[in-house]
């Protein structure tokens, strides 16, 4: 016989989680005393449930598995919404332990009591309240096939303080075969083969594992072969990039500037990718970016998106794609900071497989487009539009891949909401490099603003998009959670630092004057 | 005409809101630009959701009005949904303006669509979205309508940006009466008094406008008549202190503790309290920590407590409550800090009038002990346990009621939630004292942990409760938000920088080394 807590955390080590990522308080203690009895199980504190979430979002992302959060009733669980709406966009399997009240006392209303399913289904593809002990290691072994199946998405499980503790069979239900991504048919297949070879301008749109290195590739075979072009989804959860990939750019950001991107094409190809829509609705711009009727699904998310292309190249008899002549990037050595800069100086100095987890367009767009020549790298982007995904998805990447280097290109505001990343760092030691870019304001709302025809007209509208009054002091934030850091005003600065920071084995942090 | 964001802001400020803790995003861009337009709402900037939402609760706890919120579609609410479960158990009036994609947009499921009612409702008592550009005038008068009555909670209204940017007319819907607080009746009151006089022993359990200053008055006056014993409930919205008021102390926060202070009684007299239950649940421990059948109710959350009180005072014919003499504080002078020094010190320095936003019970507990004899103050506490509300409540609160001092006694754990709070303290240069308890670690679970028999057993759960390696630098981190700081290591430490501290017009931080 053992403990409730303690079948939980077997089971879920038995089915193949080995981290929990956890902010926990009184209704999880059984559970963290049981962390000790379980020890295949790594517990990382987080100091805000944001981080570990977006944690456990980037460590599914680099893994390809789950890891779990420990989290604290309703409350607790709210804080990690946002991040958990990313993971939801990214199609991220994680599981979520969130403790609840013993289950005599939730009828008292006491002060933490709150309804936990409301707040879990908007993130959650499945969500369901333990409601015995002796169902825990069943719930949880049921908690990870469902957020294993593909499509991935989260899954919720609340556990009752009185089952944590409560004594039951050290049971633990055996795994089954580790779900696999469904293979598209060749019917499928056949029918897409038949509608490229009777297009006339066709653009691939490559999302999910048709951003992995084998979709890549035989997406290049498909370009060279036909003529056709491709795009990566404005935000991919995963994209691997340089090394002699092929320059897949991100579909633009911005309605018009993807309607254009796709204007000529009669054949819009979705391979693991949604067909693309504007991220906001303006006024007098469509929602659908793609021509009418343009659109066809190769492989919806989730599917074997990788396979299905390459099973599209031999339809197509395109043979393998001959390697690209990669230029050299040329980066500035002097000079001030701006976007461009930054993006060129990261690609030329990015050291072979590193991950870059982009939040914020200020330099992360930049930077995409100079790192197709860099060294061959792992890039996350924010898939949910969440903010405050960057730092957190480092940290679980960090975690989920010993050994490789991991680059947070962060903007100033959005880094605030997660700021508290910062302190598992450095707690972890993990080797990721923060480079924050400090142009002190809100800078994609003043762009809109400027699309709504109120550029900054008055001081509200200033105040509310302005990170000034006072600046806010990345090196001292650092310092505070035990960050290594410095200012970088000028591109020698930030070449210097960047040296500086990837030759040690922990954290730093630049904070980048633009 | 003018615009739907216009005649919601116009709306909102005939209605009584002239405060906006805002955190917008793109689909609030119209909102933000009409704030120039209604300058008699005034724009407050939080770096991170659960600012605004804490902030909101803490003005309204002071004011005893709503401000409103401005969040980010579905995510950005969810960062505030911890505060606003603090402000639901406080019975604050908030009105949440939650902006959404384009009505018409929302089909398409872009990145950021979720359900923002199912995140909503859980923390508000309305929920509603605008159906139409000419119902916003309408919608809004409504939302400030309901959080206004009593009992109040938060209202959320979710405002789809296309209603935000229609021409819509420049029609104010006119402000009825503002609710006010349910009486009770004089039967209820008559009953009570009769159940007093036959009682033997009584407790009166005050909460809500119980504990204001008139409610105070009219329970000494029972006291001192009766013999009979009050408490407030443990966790009080706000609570008028010091000053010569009746020392009515906090229900014990453990449920032993509490049944004890309650087991004499054979009536449990509620006044603006809820019956008082077991904060979590622990085996063996009953829920109810009133003896069966004790309990009676003067006065409801949300109904007139105060006047229920006073007429039950004369129901009882008991005349006013004569003044207490007030022993002065004997705060030391000199040795280490510990958390009674802390209560004391703090005690003995209060500036008359301030309002003590209360977090954690290293120090929380010691300071409501010795802050009886203080200086005539308003305390607000945790009211729903979600941790992450001391700072903001305090950035609220000041904006509440300038002119008076506030002081954040909050613990280091908690203060991370919301740490970004620090920010908007400096940027709106609120006379906002915070005192830092920083015993670099999670006191309350390691308490909790000893209650489970798993007093820090193995490394993860030292660990997970342990807030070191690295300690976090509050003093680095007050600098990063430009808030001046230093470290208190002594009781001379501490007094110099109290003195320092409140003699400053705008914010400061006092890490308290433990």
Redesign the interface.
Known sequence: MTTGARVLLATAAAHGIDVCF?N????E??I??A??AV?AIR?V?G??E?VCTGAADGFARIAGRPASTLLHL???F??G??NL??AR?AHSPVLNVVGD??S??L??????T??IH??A???SGWVATCAAADRLAADTAAAIHATSTFPRLPATLVVP??HQ?ATVPARVPAPGPVPTRPRVGGDVVEECAKAFRAAHTTVLLLGDDALSERGQRAAAAILQATGATAFSET?PAVAERGGGLPDVDRLPYFPEAAQKALADADLVLLAGAREP???????GIP??LAPPGSVRTLARPGEDGAAALADLAEALGAPPARAAAVDPITAPQSGELTPQAVGAVLAAHLPDGAIVSVEGGTCGYPFFTASARAARHTTTTN????I?QGLPVAVGAAIAAPGRRVIALQSD?SA??T??AL?TM??EQLPVTVLIAANQRYG??QT??GR?G?PL?????R???A?T?????????A????VPAVRAASVPDLIAALGRALASDGPALIEMAL
Chains 1, 2 share one sequence.
């Open positions: 956890a926990p308080g009184t209704t203690m059984p963290v005393e962390l000790d020890p517990p504190l100091l805000f944001g309703g409350p607790g709210a804080n919404i946002a709406h990313n966009r009240h013993a005599w006392h009828a008292y209303d006491a002060p933490l709150s309804d409301s707040l289904r908007p993130v303080l009185d503790q935000f829509v504007s991220y906001f609705g303006y006024e929602a659908l898939t949910g539009g969440a405050g505001g605030q909401y700021i508290q302190w450095a707690r994609v709302l809109e603003l709504i109120a007209g008055g001081p509200a509208t105040s509310l998009t990170l009054d006072p600046s806010i002091g990345f090196v001292e934030l310092a505070g959670y035990g």
